[in-house]
């Protein structure tokens, strides 16, 4: 079975310092992760993906997450946040050949200015 | 290119009445839909899933029942609504292959009086 686990409920930064948001996962295989964000009152969006190669991947928004194998970790970066990230986030993984998507519980992010 | 609908944007109904929400994907062909639910605008709740015209997969047992009539239209409905089944209902379309996230839809927000 393939899990997600997001340790923070909330992640609070100031504007212009870095952000972070933790995941960690479980999986059969070679993992497929996903990161989405979701704002009030909207479905889900895309930001980025790491299927194979390098491991950091560049995603919308500025947004960058890291894989790291050993660790089971595909932690979600922003080097400077805006107020305008302040958003839920979701992180997901799916299994090879498997129809279904596991996401994390989410982490609510709150930039202040 | 693809887009999924999803409708209405929101919903009020009395407990005990029937519900239906639709939504279609257009642009792909034979996609994986999903159904969740989002409580208290946290964690995502697969209700149902399918992967193809008249095959649904439930994934807990509940009030609530799918259907799929067309290749890309996905019903969900209720004969008889509880207020336990208020929440945010998103709809979501893969592609077969794992290396692929969802896309979702703008969800509905039900609410149950």
């Known amino acids: 079975a393939q899990s997600v686990a997001q340790p923070e409920d909330q992640v609070n930064v100031a504007e212009g310092n870095p952000l972070t948001v933790k995941c960690t996962y479980s999986v059969s295989g070679n993992p497929y992760l996903f990161w989405y964000v979701q704002y009030p009152n909207r479905g889900l969006q895309f930001l980025l993906k790491y299927i194979t190669g390098d491991n950091l991947v560049k995603g919308s928004y500025g947004f960058e997450a890291e894989f790291n194998k050993s660790q089971t970790s595909f932690h979600l970066k922003k080097p400077s946040a805006l107020v305008s990230d302040s958003a839920l986030y979701f992180c997901?993984?799916?299994?090879?050949?498997?129809?279904?998507?596991?996401f994390g519980a989410g982490t609510t992010v709150t930039v202040r200015a | 290119s693809q887009t999924i609908h999803q409708w209405p944007a929101t919903l009020v109904q009395p407990v005990g009445s029937p519900l239906s929400l639709e939504c279609t994907v257009e642009?792909?062909?034979?996609?994986?839909l999903y159904w969740y639910r989002q409580a208290a605008g946290r964690g995502l709740q697969l209700l149902f899933y399918?992967?193809?015209?008249?095959?649904i997969s439930s994934e807990v047992p509940q009030n609530l029942s799918a259907s799929r009539p067309q290749d890309r239209q996905f019903i969900l409905s209720s004969k008889k609504l509880l207020l336990s089944d208020s929440g945010f209902y998103l709809c979501a379309w893969s592609v077969g292959s794992a290396a692929y996230g969802y896309t979702f839809g703008s969800g509905t927000r039900l609410t149950v009086v």
């Open positions: 399918s992967v193809g015209i008249g095959q």
């Open positions: 997901a993984v799916r299994g090879y050949n498997d129809y279904k998507l596991s």
């Open positions: 642009g792909t062909s034979n996609p994986n």
